[in-house]
């Protein structure tokens, strides 16, 4: 698919592209250059209070396991169970 370098340098993204990766309006792409190939690659962007605190319950989960107080499961019918009888 051929796109044309217009104003500012913008490029329109071919709309079969849009829909194959179900792209919309204000979401992140990362621009960069690999072997001489320009890749245009979807991004997920967080904000940094809701990764700080997924670094929070991650370290929570660690120093549970190491102090034997997080639960651990065989498969997952045994975590539903547990979920089940609380």
Same mark, same amino acid.
């Given at each position: #698919?051929?796109?044309?370098?217009?104003?500012? *340098?913008? @490029?329109?993204?071919? %709309?079969?592209?849009?829909?194959?990766?179900?792209?919309?309006?204000g979401?992140k792409?990362?621009?960069?250059?690999?072997?001489g190939?320009?890749?245009l #690659?979807p991004?997920?962007?967080?904000?940094k *209070?809701? @990764?700080?605190g997924? %670094?929070?319950?991650?370290?929570?989960?660690?120093?549970?396991l190491?102090?034997?107080?997080?639960?651990?499961?065989?498969?997952?019918?045994?975590?539903?169970?547990?979920?089940?009888?609380?």
């Amino acid at each position: #698919m051929l796109a044309e370098i217009r104003d500012k *340098s913008q @490029v329109t993204i071919p %709309k079969k592209i849009v829909n194959m990766f179900s792209l919309s309006k204000g979401d992140k792409v990362d621009i960069f250059e690999k072997d001489g190939i320009i890749c245009l #690659m979807p991004v997920a962007v967080y904000p940094k *209070s809701y @990764v700080d605190g997924l %670094k929070s319950e991650i370290q929570a989960v660690k120093e549970n396991l190491k102090a034997g107080k997080q639960p651990v499961f065989d498969n997952v019918d045994a975590l539903f169970e547990k979920l089940e009888n609380k």
